[in-house]
């Protein structure tokens, strides 16, 4: 079974800060992907990434794929109480049928 | 717009019971999953369905069976439901096999057995 390890678990930081969530694992992904999930909803597809060294932006949100596809990296620059959720990083296997997903990050932002 | 329906946000179950989670996706997709999430350790596969009659394990079947009869509903199964099956399921489903699919959820079922 392949292993996500997301850190950190528990993020609280004041509006405007920056911070970056980090997604590791020991296994390659043929394509990892980032949800983010509210309180009494599933989780919402932010982004995939598909090459190694891939970087993806997203308004605020910078998105980077390893260059060996074993781990990845959400950046957000000035946060907002808006970004507040459940950030979950998710990496497809090498047959493309299963999802396995890391552990996530619960980030608040106070405004 | 895309939808996943479950048919229960909230469901208290006693020990021993047998429950049926139910979940509908209006986008005619192929694939259905069944994940249980638990605080800490992410979303966990339980089952999934690539057809109609056709499942396949995944990472934590034990205790679970499902059920696709129609390519739009897929039901996950506890036949004797236990304290340790207390969670959050959340059914989702993709259109193909492309590895870089979106998987499209829904709002969760949060089972509490008792």
């Known amino acids: 079974t392949q292993l996500l390890e997301q850190s950190p678990q528990f993020l609280s930081i004041q509006e405007g800060e920056n911070l970056t969530v980090y997604c590791n694992s020991s296994?390659?992904?043929?394509?990892l992907q980032w949800y983010r999930q509210e309180p009494g909803e599933g989780p919402v597809l932010l982004v995939t990434v598909v090459t190694g060294g891939e970087v993806k932006k997203l308004k605020r949100l910078t998105f980077q794929f390893g260059d060996a596809r074993k781990d990845s990296s959400l950046h957000i620059t000035a946060a907002q109480p808006g970004d507040t959720g459940l950030y979950l990083c998710?990496?497809?296997?090498?047959?493309?049928?299963?999802?396995?997903f890391g552990g996530g990050t619960r980030l608040m932002v106070k405004p | 717009d895309v939808k996943v329906t479950q048919s229960s946000r909230y469901l208290v179950k006693r020990t021993g019971e047998k429950v049926f989670l139910e979940c509908v996706q209006d986008m005619d997709h192929e694939n259905m999953f069944w994940y249980r999430q638990d605080p800490g350790l992410g979303l966990r596969l339980i089952y999934f369905?690539?057809?109609?009659?056709?499942?396949e394990k995944g990472d934590i079947p034990e205790g679970y069976s499902v059920s696709r009869e129609k390519k739009e509903r897929f039901s996950l199964i506890l036949e004797s439901a236990s304290t340790n099956q207390t969670s959050m399921y959340l059914c989702a489903s993709s259109s193909g096999r492309e590895g870089t699919d979106t998987q499209y959820f829904g709002p969760g079922t949060r089972l509490t057995v008792l």
């Open positions: 296994s390659v992904f043929s394509s």
């Open positions: 998710a990496g497809y296997n090498n047959a493309g049928n299963m999802l396995t």
């Open positions: 369905s690539y057809d109609v009659k056709m499942k």
